[in-house]
């Protein structure tokens, strides 16, 4: 079985897994692909950078590695969520201060008819000009989704016009006991069986990972809505 896997940094995943972010927002994804995703938790970058789950606030959260007891997820395929549907998004962004006076305009738009190979999907709505960062938030559902601010969106996305792809998000589950990426096998799309050879390193972006449901891998401990 064909599954996608996905490496997300802890502070990101700390959010997915508390069930507050649902949108995860990519410069490339595969537009038509709905099914499994496998996640792995990236390596801590810093010393408070450990994703753990708390059992007395029944919360995951990321603590010093001063309090790791070895039970944090970093670096391990941790949980498994639905991809329910992959969205295009046309943002513009500028140099400019995001909201002084001489402030240009900047925006996001869904592509709802991506790909469209005559370009008149892609302008941007230029209805949705925020004056703050307040009015952006109150206006967009995809900015709340993603749990993104709009300058961290634009650091990410660069400035300029821009596509890119935001992936909604269900039905998350945390394995039981987190697996290595030695576990998993590249899915092999001209025999639709796993590469000889098992992972070594996370992907980049994203790959297609061999899942052989007879390993029932999906035993876990919590789930999130």
């Not at 513009?92 to 001489?102: A, C, M, R, S, T």
Request: glycine share 4%.
């Amino acid at each position: 079985m064909k599954v996608m896997l996905l490496s997300i940094k802890p502070k990101w995943l700390c959010k997915i897994l508390n069930g507050e972010k649902i949108r995860e927002v990519r410069k490339m994804l595969p537009y038509d692909y709905r099914g499994l995703v496998f996640v792995y938790c990236s390596k801590a970058s810093n010393a408070n950078d450990y994703l753990v789950y708390n059992p007395n606030n029944k919360k995951f959260e990321l603590i010093s590695k001063d309090l790791v007891l070895g039970d944090e997820l970093n670096g391990k395929v941790c949980a498994i969520f639905n991809c329910d549907e992959v969205t295009a998004y046309k943002c513009e962004f500028w140099e400019e201060q995001l909201w002084g006076k001489d402030s240009c305009y900047q925006g996001i738009s869904a592509l709802p008819d991506y790909p469209d190979e005559d370009g008149d999907s892609y302008d941007i709505n230029t209805d949705n000009q925020y004056y703050s960062e307040e009015d952006l938030r109150n206006y967009s559902k995809f900015i709340n989704e993603t749990c993104l601010t709009l300058e961290e969106l634009k650091q990410y996305l660069g400035v300029g016009d821009r596509t890119f792809f935001a992936m909604k998000i269900s039905n998350v589950r945390v394995f039981k006991n987190p697996k290595e990426l030695t576990q998993l096998h590249s899915y092999d799309m001209c025999t639709s069986q796993p590469a000889k050879l098992s992972l070594h390193n996370p992907p980049q972006n994203y790959c297609y990972v061999y899942y052989d449901v007879s390993l029932q891998w999906e035993a876990c401990t919590h789930a999130i809505a």
